[in-house]
């Protein structure tokens, strides 16, 4: 099976800053796309940013310039750093990856984390 483990998130005041982390574990042969997703209460979940194997990323228009989408490939690690957070990005935080087992190569698929509260105080 695979894990990931979501971790960093908390309480923080507007303007301040958090760093998410997502550590994936398991029967990992390999790890295609990354990604954040957030999903605020009484709306749809959200795409926050993605990163590709190759390092490739993309974010969503309300967090470009503020926040920062990076992995440790080494690691099978995520990371989110967070800057000028406002209170709109509070929400869960759900990290994504693409993931190839050993036991299904050459398919890859979707895990999930368990999500990570972010709350942002105005």
């Known amino acids: 099976q695979v894990q990931l483990v979501e971790s960093g998130g908390g309480l923080v005041q507007a303007g301040g800053s958090l760093r998410l982390s997502c550590a994936a574990s398991?029967?990992?042969?390999?790890?295609?796309?990354m990604g954040w997703y957030r999903q605020a209460p009484g709306k749809q979940r959200e795409l926050v940013a993605r990163?590709?194997?190759?390092?490739?990323?993309n974010y969503a228009d309300s967090v470009k310039g503020r926040f920062t989408i990076s992995r440790d490939n080494g690691k099978n690690t995520m990371y989110l750093q967070m800057n000028s957070l406002k209170p709109e990005d509070t929400a869960v935080y759900y990290c994504?990856?693409?993931?190839?087992?050993?036991?299904?190569?050459?398919?890859?698929?979707?895990?999930w984390g368990q999500g990570t509260q972010v709350t942002v105080s105005s």
């Open positions: 990163i590709t194997s190759g390092g490739s990323t």
């Open positions: 994504n990856a693409v993931v190839m087992k050993y036991s299904t190569y050459p398919t890859s698929y979707d895990y």
């Open positions: 398991g029967s990992i042969f390999s790890i295609n796309a």
